[in-house]
């Protein structure tokens, strides 16, 4: 059942990134959906499993001060490492730029779901039923990882090529993570406060990238429904699950 649940993870996560690839030319609307699923991934699905999985060893309070140390160490690296910049900027390396920022977006989603197949392994360990329950909610946001994963290459100055590589790489990281938990054990507690790191990382992307890049494509009330849409989507999904 373990093999087919990573299979089921990788399968959800290229089909969303194609699906994403497929409708490129309506790329404000998928950002605009991307940056709904991205953060209610943060709100509705990281941060209440990273406070419930801490909650034996630390506050509430120290968790969500790790949430801010990710949201605020992306900053830092958006900001001197990965050299934010904006389409009309006239830079000569603005290209290159904008290209590692991409980059670096697609690297935080599929660590994310590296970590989604470490839950799901270490789920099993404590039990087929709790290892299902877990595997569900993951199945829940794969798609949209998929989608995310893709749209933070192509809007960053990446081409199909890349995004598809990028894609394949964030498809087989679940697979990673669920067979790397034969060989490894993480508290559950430690697991929690890496969860709301991502979750850190996940409301910077989607508040300062995806969400200003999809009504600067094209700044209409449906990027803003669109939005709201994944939002509501993912937490009606993540709710379902759960």
Known sequence: MLIAIAAATCIATLLGGLFALSLRDK?????GFSAGAVVAVAFFDLLPEALDLASAQYADATVLAVT??????YLLIDRFLLLHTHEHDEEPHHHEHTARRGIAGASALSFHSLLDGIGIGLAFQVSTAVGVVVAA???THDFSDGINTVNMIIKNAGERARALRWLIVDALAPVVGVAATMLFSISDEHLGLLLA????????????DLIPESHHRHPTAWTTLVTVLGALVLFAAIKIAG
């Open 27 to 31: 790329l404000h609307l998928i950002l």
């Open 68 to 73: 801010a140390a990710g949201f605020f160490t």
């Open 137 to 139: 909610a993951v199945l």
């Open 197 to 208: 790191l991502f979750a850190g990382f996940f409301l910077y992307i989607g508040a300062s």
